[in-house]
């Protein structure tokens, strides 16, 4: 008979979870793997399988919610410390597509700098495509309209 004991020791209930998690903090934040496998695992604050009936439908899905509401608030605490730099890049991407797209159109500074004032004025709930969109809309430019 070939020991499987080790299977059954308590693994944590977030295995997948804390490996997907450990990847986008080594990816995000360039840290050594093997410290941030320790920090994963000293940290974890998962949902436990011992407290649900897996072979029940609702338990099950209980543990899985659970664990996706684990996954979700660990992978936002490890981009949280890059969102501004995430944020930043996005725009300067949007902001470059639209220069290759629209940059040779006439009044495209004028407009894109209004574009970038709208876009600052809802803090960024609008893209830069959007409010250039926007912007270059001459149906919502005319007056009485």
């Not at 004991?5 to 295995?15: D, G, Q, R």
């Not at 399988?49 to 608030?73: M, V, W």
């Not at 876009?119 to 926007?134: F, M, Q, R």
């Amino acid at each position: 008979m070939v020991p499987f004991n080790h299977l059954l020791c308590e693994p944590s209930a977030n295995t997948l979870a804390e490996s997907s998690l450990l990847i986008c903090e080594v990816l995000v934040s360039g840290r050594d793997a093997g410290r941030a496998s320790q920090e994963a695992r000293g940290s974890s604050q998962g949902s436990s399988p011992k407290g649900h009936d897996l072979y029940d439908d609702e338990s099950a899905a209980e543990f899985q919610r659970a664990t996706d509401e684990y996954i979700d608030r660990r992978i936002h605490q490890a981009l949280e410390p890059h969102a501004a730099t995430l944020q930043n890049s996005k725009w300067e991407q949007q902001y470059n597509a639209m220069v290759a797209t629209h940059g040779s159109d006439e009044g495209f500074k004028m407009k894109m700098d209004m574009a970038l004032r709208m876009v600052a004025d809802n803090n960024g709930k609008i893209s830069i495509p959007e409010a250039y969109a926007k912007v270059d809309d001459r149906d919502a430019a005319r007056p009485g309209k």
